[in-house]
């Protein structure tokens, strides 16, 4: 079916982030400075490129910290303090889109909600809109039923409780519209059947996973053949569900992206699929990588290609150049592994009780340096909090060095994703419950 056409972007930040102007920037970029200079910290400051129409950015509110409480192995690591580091958070988290007044009663999708993991060093979010919510698992529904035939009706229940409506939501809120919404709920949605088909509980495998994956992956970046081969390749996009959900998603992506937007989400799934492989081959052998062995395969089996396309959702372009600066790929990689390790965190007990050994963080660190289911859960609360107090620390920084319209909106948007893939695993109770480790 043909994608639909998306309206003109249109910001839906704050009108008052027009009257923002160089001005504040340049003030928070002093304050960075300072903190800098007060860490003994490497000065970095490129010049800024101009950029063609850039967004204004948003005022900045604060955002609320939460404490790091029950942390039994001593004290949890906290994020950067000093001169102007609560100024820095600001301009992360700056004024995004409110919900509706109806978000105040709950979630369309009726989840409750869950407990956070004690010590784990996040930013609670509003309750994710409500209409909109409704309206996005309405149309992935659709899209999954009517468009790709991607599940049997006993999956239903599964599909259902993955919740990918409200996950979307909470993690976009900037996206202009419920199409823009789509584009991230598609490819959220391919990227879970791709994984639970070929690699996990749904009839997946290490054996073989690279075929797949190099066929699945042609539906994201197309091949270029010859005419008597084209069709048999065209033919195979359809062969089975995670191939007619790429397929189908990259296709609504592209239309909507801009060039360089399609391919740096490709380059993104191109790392996301080697660390599927690697993960495979650890399975394969029965092997227990060392922890930063497993911390390096997680740098690419990991969230990154979702944050990386906030720009896209936006309704706007991050320019490739500023995409590609080694400082912006650092946030988003930090970004990637801080909210991967959540999942590892909040999936816990579910993959305890899944068939198999199945590596995550307190896993290999148990087994690796010898502590106890608790202590290695613990540690890697640890590790999670380490790497979110990295991201926001570069994040900051950038921020800071590169006092850019585009990139400040583009590093809330990150920042925003982090925080809702955050309270997407702690609240949504049909898939996760937590260790009784307290």
Request: proline share 9%; with cysteine.
């Amino acid at each position: 079916m043909p994608a639909p056409e998306l309206p003109p972007p249109q910001s839906s930040l704050p009108e008052a982030a027009s009257r923002f102007g160089a001005h504040v920037l340049a003030e928070a970029a002093a304050r960075a400075r300072d903190v800098k200079a007060a860490t003994s910290s490497p000065p970095c400051a490129p010049s800024p490129p101009a950029i063609a129409q850039a967004e204004p950015p948003a005022p900045a509110v604060p955002s609320a910290t939460m404490p790091a409480a029950g942390a039994e192995r001593g004290q949890i690591l906290r994020g950067p303090t000093g001169l102007g580091t609560t100024s820095l958070r600001m301009i992360l988290r700056g004024a995004l889109p409110t919900p509706s007044a109806a978000a105040a009663q709950g979630s369309a999708e009726g989840t409750v909600e869950g407990k956070v993991i004690p010590g784990l060093y996040h930013h609670p979010i509003p309750e994710p809109d409500p209409l909109r919510v409704e309206e996005v698992s309405r149309r992935i529904k659709s899209w999954a039923l009517d468009e790709v035939a991607l599940y049997p009706e006993d999956w239903e229940e599964q599909f259902d409780g993955f919740s990918v409506g409200r996950y979307m939501v909470g993690c976009h809120p900037d996206a202009p519209s419920v199409d823009h919404l789509m584009l991230a709920t598609r490819l959220m949605v391919a990227e879970n059947a791709v994984d639970d088909c070929y690699c996990e509980d749904h009839g997946g495998s290490p054996i073989g996973l690279g075929e797949r994956l190099l066929l699945a992956h042609t539906a994201l970046d197309a091949l270029h053949t010859t005419a008597e081969y084209q069709p048999q390749w065209a033919k195979s996009l359809h062969a089975d569900a995670p191939r007619r959900a790429y397929h189908s998603a990259m296709t609504y992506f592209v239309r909507a992206a801009g060039p360089s937007q399609a391919d740096r989400l490709r380059h993104d799934m191109a790392r996301l699929h080697m660390g599927y492989l690697a993960e495979a081959a650890w399975a394969q052998m029965d092997h227990v990588p060392e922890v930063w062995e497993y911390l390096a395969m997680r740098q690419f089996n990991n969230f990154r290609p979702c944050p990386t396309i906030t720009d896209t959702v936006g309704g706007y372009e991050l320019p490739a150049d500023l995409h590609a600066r080694p400082a912006m790929q650092k946030v988003i990689a930090l970004a990637g592994n801080a909210t991967t390790i959540v999942n590892d965190l909040y999936s816990y007990t579910k993959e305890l009780d899944a068939p198999g050994r199945h590596l995550n963080l307190p896993v290999v660190i148990s087994e690796r340096e010898g502590l106890s289911d608790r202590d290695g859960y613990l540690k890697s609360v640890e590790i999670h909090n380490e790497l979110m107090h990295d991201f926001e620390t570069a994040a900051a920084s950038l921020a800071a060095d590169l006092p850019v319209p585009g990139v400040q909106r583009f590093l809330r948007g990150v920042a925003a994703w982090v925080d809702g893939n955050h309270h997407w695993h702690q609240s949504n109770t049909y898939r996760y419950s937590l260790p009784d480790f307290w």
